[in-house]
């Protein structure tokens, strides 16, 4: 995540000690450690055992906020996850609200629990996806809005294979550490699970809400190319289509939200239709085209 907004993606890392650690991208692969977080009161941003920390616009106003898990005993039920937003004037330097938003209660306190922000069920807002040490995926689904984020407890991810726990069902030993991304550029989102052996667990998402293990989908007759990529905002995306069609392009950032999209009838053949990204911040998105029941996509990298 580019939190001090820079074009450069950054890092933030948690300890088994309770420490947060901020890492800001140099631009060449290598990062600088600029410190430990502290709350607008001077206090320092920590838990007592295995932090986790995630950071998103949680309430959409435009800043980058930061989500901080942990647990403050070591038992199963000890544990803490609260959001610090981003009350800065100064989009490159974050200042975090010692008055924090608990989700512990409203999604869960248990313990070593990782979390990531992501729409997996593409209904339009922000939910969460948790990873739990005894080897669990859990799915908490937002029911406020995206500008302020609710919760009612968490269900567990389950594919073809049965619940998706890299413990029990899967011999990892444990210790889930989640990632929903688009793994195969389909459109779709996956998810990867780390775990206690150190192996990747990559289970394969075969529609827009589902995870499976082995199914996917691809288009036959259908051709889609992006230029002027690389792009500072104005690209366009090509295609071929076998039968007249309504095309519908959708762009998702990372964590699987639309920031521009589009639909338009076009006629067997040739097409071309420009986009404009030029209001979202720089970094890596997933353009989505799909037509006549096929789809493609692509990455696309937004610069400054």
Same mark, same amino acid.
């Given at each position: 995540? @580019? &939190? ?7 890092? $933030? ?6 420490? &947060?650690?901020?890492? +800001? ?14 709350? *607008? ?14 950071? @998103? ?7 980058? #906020? ?20 981003? +009350?800065?004037?100064?989009? +490159? /330097? ?9 989700? +512990?209660?409203?999604? /869960? ?11 997996? #069920?593409? *209904? ?26 609710? &919760?009612?407890?968490? $269900?567990?991810?389950?594919? *073809?294979?049965?619940?998706?726990? $890299?413990? @029990? ?20 989102? @996956? ?15 075969? #529609? ?26 104005? &690209? ?16 998702? #950032? ?34 989505? $085209? ?15």
């Amino acid at each position: 995540m @580019d &939190f001090n907004n820079d074009g450069i993606l950054d890092l $933030v890392l948690g300890e088994r000690d309770g420490y &947060f650690n901020f890492y +800001t991208g140099n631009g060449d692969g290598t990062l600088h450690f600029i410190g430990y977080p502290f709350d *607008d009161l001077g206090n320092p941003i920590e838990r007592n055992y295995n932090s986790s920390g995630y950071l @998103d616009d949680w309430n959409e106003d435009g800043y980058i #906020d930061f989500i901080a898990g942990g647990y403050e005993t070591e038992t199963t039920s000890g544990g803490i996850l609260e959001v610090y937003l981003n +009350t800065g004037d100064d989009i +490159t /330097s974050p200042v975090w609200s010692a008055s924090t938003i608990d989700l +512990t209660s409203s999604v /869960s306190n248990k313990w070593r629990l990782t979390h990531q922000t992501f729409d997996l #069920d593409r *209904d339009g807002d922000k939910d969460l996806v948790l990873g739990y040490e005894m080897g669990n995926v859990w799915f908490a689904e937002n029911i406020g809005t995206n500008s302020n984020p609710s &919760f009612n407890g968490y $269900v567990q991810l389950v594919c *073809d294979g049965g619940d998706i726990n $890299v413990y @029990d069902n899967y011999p990892g030993g444990g210790r889930a550490r989640e990632n929903v991304i688009d793994y195969n550029s389909d459109g779709i989102p @996956d998810i990867l699970s780390g775990c206690n052996n150190g192996w990747i667990y990559y289970f394969e998402g075969y #529609d827009q809400t589902g995870i499976s293990e082995g199914a996917s989908t691809s288009p036959v007759e259908f051709n889609m190319t992006l230029s002027e990529v690389p792009t500072s905002g104005m &690209f366009s995306v090509n295609m071929t289509l076998p039968v007249a069609a309504v095309v519908e392009i959708n762009i998702f #950032d990372a964590c699987g939200r639309i920031v521009e999209s589009s639909s338009a009838s076009h006629q067997i053949g040739f097409a071309s239709v420009q986009m404009n990204i030029t209001d979202v911040p720089a970094g890596m998105y997933i353009v989505s $085209v799909s037509a006549g029941g096929t789809m493609e996509t692509a990455r696309l990298i937004k610069i400054n």
